[in-house]
């Protein structure tokens, strides 16, 4: 803490996180300081090259060196124009003052010009770096006639505009480098997911050949010989048993249609679902149950209609009860209530009496109850499915669901 109490370590902090943050302005900043630090101490490059009858004061080269120093706010949008600019007040810093700082403006807009450029326009980036240096040292040689002098210029000259040429253009193939890797691996994602949808759909044909070769085989044989048996007799009224053999054709005959549909969406990918039952097919489902010899009651007082999610809901889990009271309490008497109440949609389905299923090997599992279960929660809601163990209804089979109507799924 300071003398005030303030906290000094967060002005630390904030102080190094501003230095730390790039920016054009900062660089110029420090190029205008290194140009007047050069002007104080009299830094320079070759007085050789001056055109001036007499040496000047190195004040002068601030002259060409501070518009120079602007060019760093230009160097990321424009760096091949910039490094042309930034060399054109090199050359006339070199001829006039000989200044420092344009020379490092030169070296630092090479590197990012070649950071910038492609790996083709590089290559002439090259050239024109050998060039200049061919330059300098010619005017060098033209100047004093020393080859020695000359060849230490050239190598100079080389050596710096090359290190910077060199470090700009590792940068930039690293990053190609990475931008290649990365659209590798994009490729090899898509490769993958592509396998992934390939394997899909061939398994997919694998269950729709078994689907179509055993199980529509034995439904459609069920349909056909529940026919054949209906075929026999006069018109009398229709028998208990005759009854009972409509309802095993119409089912089977669903079954068929449900199976060939299923079939055609496994060879399809998925596309074009058939869209499941809602709360308009329950009385359709009522009378098909009827047919099974199940009396059905239906109450329907939700009213204006739900959100597809939920209405979908109500329409399996009808489903799935009165199947189950068709399967497993033949001749019971069964209640739907649907009812609208400010927690959501309340669907109560009500078995009561009916017969005992007598064949063991076609008893449930519990996974079509299970499922719906889970498609409640889902939804935000809850189902329950169970024996009513008190009151006047006690042992009556009963499913009760509640769903929400505020779903956004």
């Known amino acids: 803490m300071g003398r005030n109490g303030t906290d000094t370590s967060a002005g630390s902090r904030r102080t190094r996180a501003w230095w730390r943050t790039p920016s054009p302005w900062k660089e110029l900043l420090g190029y205008v300081t290194v140009a007047v630090l050069s002007a104080a101490f009299g830094f320079r490059t070759w007085d050789l090259f001056s055109l001036l009858p007499e040496p000047v004061s190195s004040w002068w080269t601030l002259a060409p060196g501070l518009p120079a120093c ?32 344009t020379f490092i403006l030169v070296l630092d807009l090479l590197y990012t010009a ?37 060849v230490a210029i050239g190598l100079q000259m080389g050596a710096v505009l090359g290190t910077g040429y060199w470090y700009g253009t590792a940068v930039a193939q690293s990053q190609e480098l990475v931008e290649l890797h990365r659209r590798r691996a994009e490729d090899a994602a898509l490769l993958a997911e592509r396998d992934r949808v390939e394997a899909v759909q061939r398994e997919r044909e694998h269950m729709a050949r078994e689907l179509h070769d055993v199980v529509a085989g034995h439904v459609s044989a069920v349909a056909i010989r529940s026919e054949a048996a209906l075929s026999v007799g006069g018109s009398e009224e229709p028998s208990p048993e005759r009854r009972a053999l409509h309802a095993v054709r119409d089912a089977s005959l669903d079954a068929h249609t449900a199976l060939r549909s299923m079939i055609a969406v496994l060879r399809a990918g998925g596309e074009g679902l058939v869209t499941p039952p809602g709360r308009e097919t329950v009385p359709e489902l009522a009378a098909q149950a009827r047919s099974s010899g199940v009396e059905v009651a239906v109450d329907d007082r939700v009213g204006e209609a739900l959100p597809a999610p ?100």
């Open 114 to 150: 070649a950071v910038a450029l492609p790996a083709g326009r590089r290559s002439r980036l090259l050239g024109a770096v050998a060039a200049g240096t061919a330059v300098i040292a010619a005017s060098a040689y033209a100047l004093t006639r020393d080859a020695g002098f000359t």
């Open 70 to 101: 602007a060019l760093v706010l230009t160097k990321r949008r424009a760096p091949v124009a910039s490094l042309i600019a930034a060399t054109a007040f090199f050359v006339l810093d070199l001829l006039t003052t000989s200044g420092l700082i």
């Open 310 to 409: 939920v209405d979908h809901a109500v329409g399996r889990i009808v489903q799935e009860a009165l199947a189950n009271a068709v399967r497993h309490a033949a001749g019971s008497s069964v209640q739907v209530r649907m009812e609208r109440k400010e927690d959501g949609v309340h669907v109560t389905v009500t078995s009561r009496g009916g017969a005992p299923l007598r064949r063991p090997e076609l008893s449930g599992s519990g996974l079509g109850l299970e499922l719906l279960g889970e498609r409640a929660r889902a939804l935000g809601g809850t189902l329950t499915a169970g024996a009513l163990q008190t009151g006047p209804e006690a042992g009556d089979w009963e499913v009760r669901a509640v769903l929400p109507l505020d779903v956004t799924v």
